[in-house]
């Protein structure tokens, strides 16, 4: 037991991440150093039990099945469908095409999952268009962006999976406590900018007047039921209890490849593309959840997690004073982290304490998943931000991104306090349904 090397570690770890070193080899590094320096050659004899239960965890199984069904479905052409058919939809409205942009990416997420995918293609569809309407570069941008990463949120989401394998707890309940607080989510972006095109209609002008907007019921049904499919098929088998979510997994990568399909996209060259990106983001996941382990195991062998919990006992206005300190921390470290590293470094330390003060694991575990949407747009290091910049068309600035995603990170700020106040939110489906 050396509290004082623990603290030593993961300070170490912070300024080599800060550095710019890739993550899984600074965590197993990090771990390799101070474990055998400290705990002794004996480590080496623990670690690889460790690694052998994460290759044997059959939940993590979803990871893999999840990122091919949100790959697929993006080579579909689903999302360009989705924006062309909601947009005209929603044209009359004031702010209609960005609370179309809303809608598609809570479709897109609830289907994919992959902010990356999502993000790229609604800034290569719909920004160019925002723009030609008339829509400020801000909103636009920000809308986008916002609306890109509601897939960490919505259900079926890996971070819920990663989230359900290290706290300890069912992931189909994770999706059930999710769905709630990601349509609260839906419709403070929506209300937003709906107020915001109201107070100022030159932001945010409607496309259509009169007539032109009403769009043939076959068209809109045509984009709407291949994600509701896909929705239904995946968390309906889960909420019904008719499958776990890793059989659900495999019916959305199942149900992904036949919609592409019955579009008439898919080819050979399509899988092989496909295949190729899920093993490769598959293994950016299971290297760095592998460096974590490590980092995991010496961190608690040297008593870090003891002295970690002293430490937040002594902090004022008791549990809850512990909980907006925990979620300040995560929200500073989206600024610098990727969601994968948080989860890995933060939540193995974090839960057991959250737990041993009396805090519901499920609900916990939906605040951490909101507080870590916002690390896809906070700068420096918002990944939502540089995929949105990637695509933008010319007359885009980053200055412009970045004052755009300010609003919609204050209403998931809002949402996150929502759900403290109202933890109903995210445990009231996982038991009505559990029962």
């Not at 902010?115 to 909103?139: D, F, H, S």
């Amino acid at each position: 037991m050396n509290p004082e090397a623990a603290g030593w570690m993961f300070l170490t770890l912070t300024i080599l991440l800060l550095l710019g070193f890739p993550v899984a080899f600074t965590l197993m590094g990090t771990a390799l150093f101070f474990g055998v320096y400290f705990i002794g050659w004996n480590f080496l004899n623990l670690l690889p039990l460790r690694i052998w239960g994460i290759m044997t965890n059959f939940t993590l199984v979803a990871v893999p099945l999840f990122i091919f069904m949100g790959v697929m479905l993006e080579r579909s052409g689903l999302a360009q469908e989705l924006i062309e058919s909601m947009g005209r939809l929603f044209g009359r409205l004031k702010g209609g095409l960005a609370i179309s942009v809303v809608i598609v990416g809570a479709l897109l997420g609830a289907s994919t999952g992959i902010v990356g995918a999502t993000v790229v293609t609604m800034g290569l569809l719909a920004l160019p268009t925002m723009m030609e309407r008339g829509y400020k570069n801000e909103l636009s941008t920000g809308t986008i962006a916002a609306s890109g990463t509601l897939g960490q949120i919505i259900p079926p989401s890996i971070v819920l999976v990663l989230l359900g394998d290290i706290i300890g707890v069912s992931v189909g309940a994770l999706f059930m406590g999710a769905v709630i607080p990601g349509l609260l989510l839906v419709l403070l972006y929506c209300i937003y900018i709906y107020v915001k095109a109201t107070i100022r209609p030159e932001d945010a002008p409607p496309i259509f007047d009169g007539d032109n907007g009403k769009v043939p019921l076959a068209t809109t049904l045509g984009a709407l039921i291949p994600p509701l499919f896909l929705m239904v098929a995946v968390l309906g088998s889960i909420f019904a209890g008719i499958a776990s979510p890793t059989e659900a997994a495999g019916v959305g990568a199942f149900g992904a490849t036949l919609l592409c399909i019955l579009k008439g996209r898919f080819t050979l060259k399509v899988l092989g593309e496909v295949a190729e990106s899920t093993c490769r983001l598959t293994s950016m996941v299971f290297i760095i959840l592998v460096g974590a382990a490590a980092f995991g195991l010496v961190f608690r062998g040297l008593g870090g997690d003891i002295f970690l919990r002293g430490v937040i006992t002594h902090i004022p206005y008791g549990k809850w004073g512990v909980l907006f300190i925990v979620m300040g921390i995560v929200f500073v470290a989206g600024f610098f982290l990727d969601f994968i590293e948080i989860t890995f470094i933060h939540i193995p330390v974090l839960a057991p304490i959250m737990k041993h003060l009396g805090f519901d694991p499920v609900w916990f575990a939906i605040l951490f998943a909101i507080n870590l949407q916002t690390s896809f747009l906070t700068p420096p290091f918002g990944f939502a931000l540089f995929y949105l910049k990637g695509v933008a068309p010319p007359g885009v600035t980053t200055p412009e991104i970045y004052r755009g995603i300010i609003p919609f990170v204050i209403l998931q700020i809002i949402a996150l306090l929502v759900v403290i106040v109202v933890p109903e939110l995210a445990t009231w489906l996982p038991q009505v349904l559990g029962d």
